[in-house]
């Protein structure tokens, strides 16, 4: 079972809201990882958890923050964000964050920033 | 000159026809190369991964790497309509974990 769940499905938020994204997977995997994909772009990394410690940051503003509360738990916490930050968030996780493991994505949650 | 790099497209193939895409890298020391395939508005699925010089076939796709040219493709046999997609190349760079993809090709199988 390679299966990566993420809620919401879809989110519509205002500038001034706070609201989290969640990612859960239960293959034993060890190393959690945020994307941010815009329309007709590819993925970008926004964070890598490993050992549910933050290993990258790819420079992402701090409205966005990550939280690893155990290994099968990965949230994204959203506050005052801006319209362009609309897109397409994706969760993924591998066994080990390393130069070999395939990453395994979830379904994504589609957010809107009003 | 952008880490990886592949022929946005699209690309229009008849149905049963072979379907090749393809993808360049800059970083030398990356070992681990994938192919994902994204339909529009769902995530990216992993399709194959390759790590060594050479072919490597599961069903209809084959996936090739080169290192030496810092080259990775794909081909698709017997194409059909439900293969018309984005194809996504990534790949891992050193040990970091860090996935970085190309911009995608969009191909097209038309019945």
């Known amino acids: 079972d390679t299966e990566v769940t993420q809620t919401p499905k879809h989110l519509v938020m205002g500038m001034t809201n706070k609201k989290s994204l969640k990612c859960e997977q239960h293959?034993?995997?060890?190393?959690m990882y945020w994307y941010k994909q815009k329309a007709k772009k590819p993925p970008e990394l926004m964070f890598v958890y490993s050992y549910e410690k933050l290993s990258i940051n790819e420079s992402v503003p701090s409205r966005f923050s990550p939280e690893c509360p155990n290994s099968s738990l990965l949230n994204l916490h959203l506050h005052a964000l801006q319209p362009e930050d609309s897109a397409l968030y994706l969760c993924?996780?591998?066994?080990?964050?390393?130069?070999?493991?395939?990453?395994?994505f979830g379904p994504g949650t589609r957010l809107l920033v009003l | 000159q952008k880490e990886v790099e592949q022929n946005s497209g699209p690309l229009s193939v008849p149905e049963g026809a072979i379907a090749s895409l393809n993808c360049t890298y800059s970083d030398r020391v990356s070992q681990s190369f994938f192919w994902y395939r994204q339909y529009s508005g769902k995530s990216p699925e992993l399709i194959m991964s390759i790590y060594s010089n050479g072919d490597k076939e599961d069903g209809r796709f084959t996936a090739q790497l080169n290192k030496a040219s810092q080259y990775v493709s794909l081909l698709i046999r017997d194409s059909q309509p439900s293969d018309s997609a984005t194809y996504l190349c990534?790949?891992?760079?050193?040990?970091?974990?860090?996935?970085?993809f190309g911009q995608g090709t969009t191909l097209q199988v038309k019945p």
């Open positions: 990534a790949v891992l760079l050193g040990n970091t974990g860090k996935l970085i």
């Open positions: 993924a996780s591998s066994q080990v964050a390393s130069g070999k493991e395939t990453q395994y």
């Open positions: 293959m034993g995997h060890r190393a």
